[in-house]
């Protein structure tokens, strides 16, 4: 049942197209048609390409641009008589069929957004026109109507893309092979998790995430790479590995194209961030063995970790901080090593420690023991000996 006030908002809406229709001249009620096909155009048009930039970010291909690109492969197939094309071949033609596809979406995204441009362009025209031949009430409420017309329109629309896309996505994991595999990944809370976030999940954080062009952290690449490359004695090998990697680095760069999984995984990637900024009482851990991923509650790490250093019969409570102390008895080992001539400067300044922090303590669930107690890891990262051990 509708409440008074939406009752009378109906009744407002209603008699003014009434109005319009019966005070009104046909050439206000050709405004008014013209307007209304165009803020449904705008709508469409807003609508397609937002699902069209989707899919181009996710590497799908929408069924109508692949059911038109079908022929291609079909053509290639009936001119070589039916003879087995080798693999080789097949992969190019796919690859080019791929390329076709993308540069079709890019090319329909740029037509809709020109069209879009230019309907708008109209369509403010056409309110101008109507705001000056109605009055400032029917205007008034004429507007407001149209709006929720749009609206409702807006959420149709969305509803049917929504579908299309994630029947797009289903696709594309049975193409990929996406599935989880359970011995990977344990789900230790009631929180339903979704498939493609437990998917990226069970790969654990040693996991190398494909990364864009304009990401590429070239500097620390370049970095790593010769601290490997030092780590060979033979000279000559050495440069032929530098060879190795300047190739590596180009080929990636010159990249101009992303695969169909490292999409997959980048579009997995922020919908996984947003499900944890969503549930920020959940908590990614790795397993204490089998490299596992286990996701449990906040909560309930937090009180086995209290259980854990809570133990008298374990640790024991300090009146004061020891690290300073710590921090100054390793300085001092370090000075007299220098001053024995065991360490050259450079040692010595990569040996002192400034800015020390305390060890910290961490547990990893043992989740093949009877209520998933906690095993506790000490990590003494930045701890003042850290660098002299």
């Known amino acids: 049942m509708l409440k008074r006030g939406a009752r009378r908002k109906n009744k407002n809406t209603s008699s003014v197209y009434t109005n319009i229709k019966d005070n009104y001249d046909i050439r206000t009620r050709k405004y008014i048609k013209r307007y209304q096909n165009g803020l449904q155009q705008i ?14 970010r996710s590497g799908l291909t929408p069924n109508f641009i692949s059911n038109a690109t079908k022929n291609i492969l079909y053509t290639i197939n009936n ?4 003879n087995r094309i080798p693999t080789q071949l097949s992969n190019a033609v796919m690859a ?20 879009r441009r230019q309907i708008v362009k109209e369509v403010n025209r056409l309110e101008t026109l109507i705001t000056q031949q109605l009055n400032i009430n029917d205007s008034t409420v004429f507007f407001e109507s149209e709006k929720l017309l749009t609206n409702k329109l807006t ?10 896309y994630e029947k797009l996505k289903q696709k594309q994991k049975q193409l ?4 989880v595999i359970p011995e990977w990944f344990c789900n230790k809370t ?3 998790i979704p498939i493609d976030i437990q998917w990226l999940l069970s790969f654990g954080p ?6 864009e062009n304009k990401n590429f952290p070239l500097f620390q690449f370049i970095a790593d790479g010769e601290n490997c490359i030092q780590t060979i004695t033979d000279k000559e090998k050495q440069e032929i590995e530098r060879n190795n990697l300047t190739t590596l680095i180009r080929d990636h760069l010159n990249k101009t194209t992303t695969s169909m999984r490292d999409k997959f995984i980048s579009d997995t990637l922020g919908s996984t961030k947003k499900f944890l900024n969503n549930n920020k009482q959940l908590l990614v851990l790795n397993a204490d063995k089998g490299n596992v991923t286990v996701v449990m509650e906040k909560s309930e790490y937090d009180a086995k970790m209290q259980v854990l250093v809570n133990d008298i019969t374990t640790y024991r409570v300090l009146k004061r901080d020891p690290t300073n102390k710590l921090q100054d008895k390793n300085n001092g080992i370090v000075e007299r090593m220098y001053n024995n001539k065991i360490i050259d400067l450079n040692e010595k300044n990569s040996l002192m420690c400034k800015t020390a922090n305390p060890p910290r303590i961490y547990g990893l669930p043992k989740i093949h023991k009877d209520g998933t107690p906690l095993r506790p890891i000490c990590s003494s990262v930045n701890s003042p000996s850290y660098n002299l051990c």
């Open 43 to 56: 709508t469409r048009l807003a609508e397609s390409t937002k699902f069209l930039e989707t899919c181009r």
């Open 79 to 82: 001119n070589t008589s039916n």
């Open 96 to 115: 080019y069929i791929n390329k076709v596809q993308l540069k079709l979406v890019n090319l329909i995204i740029r037509i809709k957004h020109s069209l």
């Open 155 to 164: 959420t149709t629309i969305k509803k049917t893309q929504t579908k299309k």
């Open 176 to 179: 990929l092979n996406i599935r």
């Open 190 to 192: 009631t929180i339903n």
């Open 206 to 211: 040693k996991y190398a995430l494909p990364t």
